[in-house]
């Protein structure tokens, strides 16, 4: 299996706002994550798109994350793909969100890309390089098989940056 090129941003340029809304606020699968998501808002607040010049942030009421924002591509004709958004706390990287088009999750037809893996191991190479030792994650992160699947669900679980794994 060979895996197109996703570039990470940490600004989404304003011409992905309409992309940003439709996987953020509008996205087919948020009703498999309502509990999930209703903690979010409890623990930090509504989420706002912030225009800053000719780029898109997230922002939180109660926090001003970082995200990070997957492309497949870095060109005019680039698709939105997804963003998570993560902040550090002392040691540990704390992952707030994650919200990604339904065409790559499980159901879709990018499911190969695994794009929320891989927004999760940009995140946990980050926070590495930032010297956190713990990643808190809103969803468990399972261990996948080739022959079965699972979706993730929703716990605020603690794990140590060399125990993240998912194996296919």
Request: contains cysteine.
């Given at each position: 299996?060979?895996?197109?090129?996703?570039?990470?941003?940490?600004?989404?340029?304003?011409?992905?706002?309409?992309?940003?809304?439709?996987?953020?606020?509008?996205?087919?699968?948020?009703?498999?994550?309502?509990?999930?998501?209703?903690?979010?808002?409890?623990?930090?607040?509504?989420?706002?798109?912030?225009?800053?010049?000719?780029?898109?942030?997230?922002?939180?009421?109660?926090?001003?994350?970082?995200?990070?924002?997957?492309?497949?591509?870095?060109?005019?004709?680039?698709?939105?793909?997804?963003?998570?958004?993560?902040?550090?706390?002392?040691?540990?990287?704390?992952?707030?969100?994650?919200?990604?088009?339904?065409?790559?999750?499980?159901?879709?037809?990018?499911?190969?890309?695994?794009?929320?893996?891989?927004?999760?191991?940009?995140?946990?190479?980050?926070?590495?390089?930032?010297?956190?030792?713990?990643?808190?994650?809103?969803?468990?992160?399972?261990?996948?098989?080739?022959?079965?699947?699972?979706?993730p669900s929703w716990n605020n679980e603690l794990y140590g940056l060399t125990e993240i794994c998912f194996k296919f």
């Amino acid at each position: 299996m060979s895996f197109h090129t996703i570039t990470f941003k940490k600004k989404l340029p304003i011409e992905f706002k309409k992309d940003l809304e439709k996987v953020f606020f509008f996205n087919t699968n948020q009703t498999k994550h309502l509990e999930g998501i209703q903690k979010s808002i409890d623990s930090y607040g509504l989420m706002k798109i912030v225009e800053d010049g000719k780029f898109l942030t997230l922002e939180f009421e109660k926090s001003k994350p970082e995200s990070l924002f997957a492309l497949d591509g870095d060109g005019f004709n680039s698709s939105f793909l997804g963003v998570i958004c993560y902040e550090f706390k002392g040691d540990i990287c704390e992952i707030y969100h994650i919200a990604v088009d339904p065409e790559c999750t499980f159901a879709g037809s990018f499911e190969p890309e695994m794009i929320t893996y891989r927004l999760v191991e940009k995140v946990r190479k980050i926070a590495m390089d930032h010297n956190s030792t713990k990643l808190k994650s809103p969803i468990r992160i399972n261990i996948l098989t080739s022959n079965k699947k699972s979706l993730p669900s929703w716990n605020n679980e603690l794990y140590g940056l060399t125990e993240i794994c998912f194996k296919f």
